[in-house]
């Protein structure tokens, strides 16, 4: 298997401030696992740059898109709630961030390279059509499906997202349609921020039964993503036939996280990760790219994207972290 990387020091300009969880040493935790480990040295760093700002109006309002810039010119702590920090680079980087993504996604659909993981930030995934929320800026999984079937000419690509807290803003974006089948499994709404993901979310109009949610009670570990799996991601791909396979990979789901109250150990995320890969075999002949959403504990951040990335490479047996 070969697999691309979108990996750039330039992610960590992005300066969240003293104390923010969604820090740059995230990816530098990454870069130094990859390079300890000599991962480096088998994955294809991808060439890119700023996304053209036409794809992220595609997603995004041209309101938010312009406040976003007002306040990166004007040196403003956050936008819209104080979780999603910004300083003056900010703007710059989260186009990188998008310009990442559609990368990785050019390269696998030219079949440059069999899959390709993303390790960007800001992450994405609660990013709203007009507004900021939890650290995400610009929504960069739901620009890489637009431009997949704007672009690429698709008419069905699944988003898969395991990050532990619901991915609102991939959900609204696409909710009323069916060419984007959006999957999140996720800490119980009730109990974890956004605050949204129920069950009974499926999808509006059109768009209804192309919504997957599936809560999970707080302390669920391995035992129930499997069950989860087994009984509804993987039917719903299957019903759904994919032609491209995105995944939001957040790592906050881990037990070691300070953010949430899962204990998914990372094997199940390499167990998750290979389903997801056979899904895609199935369906799209192994089309798959991973961005990186949230994952707050630097060592099991940088140990699970490392066995993430062993995964997507295609290493066979048991994959242990080290
Ligand atoms: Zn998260």
Redesign the pocket.
């Known amino acids: 298997m070969t697999t691309g990387l979108i990996h750039d020091p330039r992610f960590q300009e992005h300066d969240t401030g003293p104390r923010h969880p969604e820090r740059p040493e995230r990816l530098a935790a990454i870069d130094k696992h990859l390079r300890d480990t000599g991962l480096i040295n088998r994955l294809h760093l991808l060439p890119f740059d700023r996304a053209d700002m036409s794809w992220v109006r595609r997603v995004h309002t041209r309101s938010y898109v312009e406040r976003l810039e007002l306040a990166c010119g004007q040196g403003r702590m956050y936008i819209d709630v104080e979780d999603s920090a910004i300083c003056p680079a900010s703007l710059d980087i989260a186009q990188l961030a998008v310009g990442g993504a559609l990368a990785a996604v050019d390269a696998v659909m030219k079949h440059d390279f069999d899959n390709a993981f993303c390790a960007l930030r800001p ?1 994405g ?1 609660h990013a709203e059509m007009d507004r900021s929320m ?1 650290f995400c800026l610009f929504n960069n999984i739901a620009i890489a499906a637009e431009y997949l079937i704007a672009h690429h000419k698709l008419e069905r690509v699944a988003i898969v997202d395991f ?3 619901h991915g609102n803003g991939t959900q609204h974006i696409f909710e009323p349609r069916r060419d984007v089948m959006f999957i999140s499994l996720h800490q119980d709404p009730r109990f974890l921020f956004p605050g949204t993901g129920f069950a009974e979310e499926q999808g509006i109009g059109e768009g209804k039964g192309f919504t997957l949610n599936i809560p999970m009670p707080p302390f669920t570990g391995d035992e129930g993503y499997r069950k989860a799996f087994h009984n509804q991601v993987l039917p719903a791909l299957n019903r759904f036939k994919p032609q491209f396979m995105l995944v939001s990979a ?1 790592f ?1 789901l881990l037990a070691a996280d300070p ?2 109250n899962m204990l998914v150990s990372p094997e199940c995320v390499v167990w998750m990760t290979r389903e997801l890969m056979a899904a895609a075999d199935l369906h799209c002949m192994g089309k798959l790219v991973s961005l990186l ?3 707050y504990e630097l060592d099991a951040l940088a140990e699970c994207v490392g066995l993430h990335l062993r995964a997507l490479l295609g290493d066979n047996g048991d994959i242990h972290t080290t």
């Open positions: 992450p995934h939890g990050d532990v807290h957040g906050d953010l949430a959403e949230g994952g």
